[in-house]
């Protein structure tokens, strides 16, 4: 039997860890800690029933990173594809009732929470997967007991799962969760749904796990309590001026007037609405890709995870949703990128070639990016991993 040790803890390869008696202390010596915060030892015992050792699953996520360092470009192209912008538009429709009083009481613009959704859960389709969910208090405990780096944040996040079943918001059965702990449609860890679920539909429970609309009328509420600014959009894809010396002003903050008295222009010559509204000038893909003018309502988005491209896979997708068109400056990618019916393509053709045995969904995610650079290295050309549309061209030769 093969096995991996990991953090001190013996992983087998059929993915169990072997109990281990310090875990199961652990677990028992953190009541008083939770109970100084108000835990009652009936939720601590409801919330840890059955846990009896470290999830590997968990460990293996939270050191491991993919091999594949994607680019700005592919994280856009991976999450707003026709598909995707399609299934937000009618999620849109029918969610439509909720999405007119979330927007009413939170000033929230609908495509931005429908984005999120989609970001966060696929609209809910990868809470159906239980490869995706761990019991959030198992998830947890792990991290808290063998992982250094996160402890005293998982320590936190768990006392705050702790109290959500206490709250009668969830059953200790229902707390599921990411590797991490962050739940339901819109993937809140622990404290934040503490700070900022809310109970829309009315049934007297935030259930983010189970009601759409209670998830979307949270996220929106944890926009506007930091600072979303309604009616204003996230920011603007910009054309700069010859001879703009890009690398000076790269992350510079000035009003809307003042980057424009500088030469640069909204792109497709369209005016700026306001022109005393502060922005940031950024280039998410290098100078040599688009430009962008960052307002308030983008950096308010990082609040949900603070990478530039999450806020900007966000902020456009929401764009796409609402009916608009693609960026127009190109990305320094250095080869041709393929459509989402190009993709299915690409992933027929290394399954027929014997590099790759999963679905054929024109989402090149990791299993994709592995075909693609095995197919590479057998056939001798340039191992990238990008599914483009030269490489399609060759296999196609095969």
């Not at 819109?186 to 404290?191: A, D, K, L, V």
């Not at 960052?294 to 456009?316: I, P």
């Not at 990618?333 to 999963?358: N, W």
């Amino acid at each position: 039997m093969v096995s991996l040790i990991l953090s001190g803890l013996i992983i087998s390869s059929d993915g169990e860890a072997k109990t281990d008696a310090k875990f199961r202390k652990w677990i028992k010596d953190f009541y008083p800690v939770a109970a100084k915060q108000g835990i009652k030892k009936k939720t601590y015992d409801q919330v840890f029933r059955g846990i009896k050792q470290p999830i590997p699953k968990v460990l293996q996520s939270a050191r491991y990173q993919p091999e594949f360092v994607s680019k700005i470009w592919d994280y856009l192209d991976q999450r707003i594809r026709e598909s995707i912008i399609s299934d937000g538009q009618k999620s849109k429709v029918v969610y439509r009732k909720w999405l007119n009083k979330i927007e009413e009481k939170y000033g929230v613009d609908r495509n931005i929470l429908i984005a999120i959704w989609s970001m966060e859960s696929s609209y809910g389709e990868a809470l159906k997967n239980p490869n995706n969910l761990h019991r959030v208090a198992g998830a947890l405990a792990t991290l808290a007991y063998a992982d250094k780096k996160r402890a005293k944040f998982a320590r936190s996040q768990l006392v705050a799962a702790m109290k959500i079943v206490q709250n009668g918001d969830v059953s200790a059965k229902g707390l599921m969760g990411s590797w991490a702990g962050a739940m339901g449609h819109t993937q809140f860890i622990p404290t934040s749904y503490q700070a900022w679920a809310v109970d829309i539909d009315g049934n007297g429970k935030r259930d983010i796990w189970n009601s759409p609309p209670d998830a979307l009328a949270s996220a929106a509420n944890l926009l506007k309590k930091n600072g979303w600014k309604t009616g204003k959009t996230w920011g603007y894809e910009v054309k700069l001026p010859k001879r703009f010396k890009a690398e000076k002003q790269t992350n510079k903050s000035r009003t809307i007037g003042q980057w424009r008295k500088l030469g640069i222009k909204r792109i497709g010559g369209k005016p700026f609405p306001r022109s005393k509204d502060k922005a940031v000038l950024k280039f998410p893909g290098g100078i040599k890709g688009p430009a962008f003018l960052m307002l308030k309502n983008f950096f308010v988005l990082k609040r949900y995870n603070n990478a530039d491209k999450y806020a900007l896979a966000v902020g456009h997708l929401a764009d796409r949703i609402r009916g608009g068109e693609g960026f127009i400056q190109p990305w320094p990618r250095g080869y041709t990128p393929l459509s989402e019916s190009e993709a299915r393509i690409l992933q027929k053709q290394l399954a027929r070639l014997g590099f790759y045995e999963g679905e054929i969904d024109g989402n090149i995610g990791s299993g994709s990016r592995a075909a693609i650079l095995a197919s590479q290295k057998k056939f001798g050309i340039k191992s990238d991993g990008y599914a483009s549309k030269e490489l399609l061209v060759k296999l196609k030769k095969k």
